[in-house]
């Protein structure tokens, strides 16, 4: 069914004149007319009547007005679910703890009156979440394409923040007392960071910061959860990890865990928002700003080579391994 002509007949209905939901409309009068003529066709049945003062429902037009009102407005709904501005922002995070969803969070309650909606992919192929931002399954993404000539005419990418990183030990660990380490304190440890997948921005990330300061990086296993990670570091003295600065971890108090400022230089892993080059929700404008008005980190920042154009598309800063500040948490 033809649901502008549902619009027009609920129009001149309640107005009582074509002319009137012509004008309210933005067309014609023959428009209206022609449309309302097609709805009685299909329906087979007369739903106005000509008066000297316009027209006038006949009894089938009033039995069928209350369905077509809500028909339309159905409609009216629908479009607006998923019209940018008109519906909550969708974002993908890698996590509902990462800092990328502490980010969001810190903007959403400076500015309570945005609609958000944050979700997670779960996926480690950035190619997917290129494409769920394409087809716009979601608004924005918080991942990285290393090679940003891949990105396809679509979707574009913008520099999020840098997001320093901290060692997480148990308490028997060697380095368990310090409160801060350099990298090159974390020569000779093994750092487990398990299920990065490979081709992945992790992979690229880890890959980098291990032939950068000599580091023994163990992806080994499968990632079986944050809690089989954390678990395993509170009975371990030689096993450590790293973590985002501000992501959320929760653990038993009797685990003791501690988390290590790494600096000299701080090691920064660089987020990037993937978003569609055309069109984007109206919402990412201010989230962008937000972005760019964190804190820089501490002079100086490591940051890995892929980095570099990231950086200079959305004017940051270096990020050629070099050790220059950085915006981030």
């Not at 990670?229 to 009975?235: G, K, R």
Request: hydrophobic share 40%.
């Amino acid at each position: 069914m033809d649901t502008e002509a549902l619009r027009s007949f609920v129009r001149a209905a309640e107005l009582g004149q074509f002319r009137h939901a012509a004008d309210e409309l933005g067309v014609t009068q023959q428009a209206v007319s022609k449309r309302i003529a097609a709805l009685e066709r299909s329906l087979d049945v007369r739903l106005f009547s000509r008066t000297t003062r316009g027209v006038e429902l006949t009894l089938d037009g009033q039995a069928f007005l209350p369905h077509a009102r809500s028909i339309v407005a159905s409609v009216e709904r629908a479009v607006n679910a998923v019209r940018p501005g008109s519906r909550a922002l969708r974002i993908d995070v890698l996590g509902l703890r990462s800092a990328q969803a502490v980010t969001l969070h810190d903007y959403w309650r400076s500015h309570p009156g945005v609609d958000l909606d944050v979700v997670t992919l779960r996926v480690d192929d950035p190619r997917v979440a290129v494409a769920a931002v394409e087809s716009g399954d979601v608004d924005a993404s918080f991942r990285t394409v290393t090679d940003p000539a891949t990105l396809p005419p679509g979707v574009r990418m913008v520099p999020a923040f840098d997001a320093p990183l901290e060692l997480l030990v148990g308490p028997a660990h060697p380095l368990a007392s310090a409160r801060a380490v350099t990298p090159r304190h974390l020569r000779g440890h093994r750092i487990w960071v398990p299920g990065i997948a490979p081709g992945s921005e992790w992979s690229e990330f880890y890959d980098e910061l291990a032939t950068a300061f000599d580091l023994r990086i163990d992806a080994a296993g499968p990632h079986f959860g944050d809690e089989v990670l954390l678990d395993t570091l509170a009975d371990s003295g030689d096993v450590a990890t790293l973590i985002g600065a501000r992501d959320r971890y929760i653990w038993p108090t009797h685990y003791d865990l501690r988390r290590i400022p790494v600096v000299n230089p701080t090691l920064a892993y660089p987020l990037s928002l993937l978003l569609p080059s055309t069109n984007p929700h109206p919402g990412l404008r201010g989230v962008i700003t937000h972005l760019r008005s964190l804190p820089a980190l501490p002079d100086p920042v490591w940051l890995p080579s892929w980095a570099a154009a990231r950086h200079h598309e959305g004017g940051v800063g270096r990020g050629d391994g070099s050790q220059r500040p950085h915006r981030g948490l």
